[in-house]
């Protein structure tokens, strides 16, 4: 296994725990290879950049989804990911508030929903 491979096997598991593995295998069986992109590049060599943690990085995730307005499955996998990697609530719902101001009401209600629905669904630690 590549190094790139390795470190990005290592953050996308403390993004996406558990999931990782099923992520990767569906895409894998859709796009043989495409998951070896993401694990290499997304995440072993964008997310392992030392300039920011993997709390501002989800973050900035969050951000960029909430403001696309199209990418709820994302947006979910990411607003868990965040949670794993030690964002607050707050921190999470303040980002998705700040996109209206940049993308528009509309773009930051539907991920509002679902940053609620994520909550809703994990315990308060």
């Known amino acids: 296994m590549n190094e790139r491979r390795q470190k990005g096997l ?13 992520l990767t295998s569906d895409i894998e069986q859709l796009a ?5 992109t993401l694990i290499e590049l997304a995440f072993g060599d964008v997310c392992a950049r030392p300039g920011l943690d993997l709390k501002m990085r989800e973050l900035a995730t969050i951000a960029a989804l909430t403001s696309l307005g199209t990418a709820a499955p994302q947006l979910r996998l990411h607003v868990n990911g965040a949670l794993n990697v030690g964002c607050s609530r707050t921190e999470i719902v303040e980002v998705i508030v ?17 940053a609620k629905d994520v909550f809703a669904a994990r315990p308060l630690l």
Request: charged share 10%.
């Open 10 to 22: 290592q953050i996308m598991d403390a993004i996406v725990g558990d999931y990782a593995s099923k």
């Open 32 to 36: 043989p290879g495409f998951s070896d």
């Open 98 to 114: 700040q996109t209206a101001l940049y993308a528009g009401i509309p773009a930051t209600l539907n991920g509002l929903t679902i």
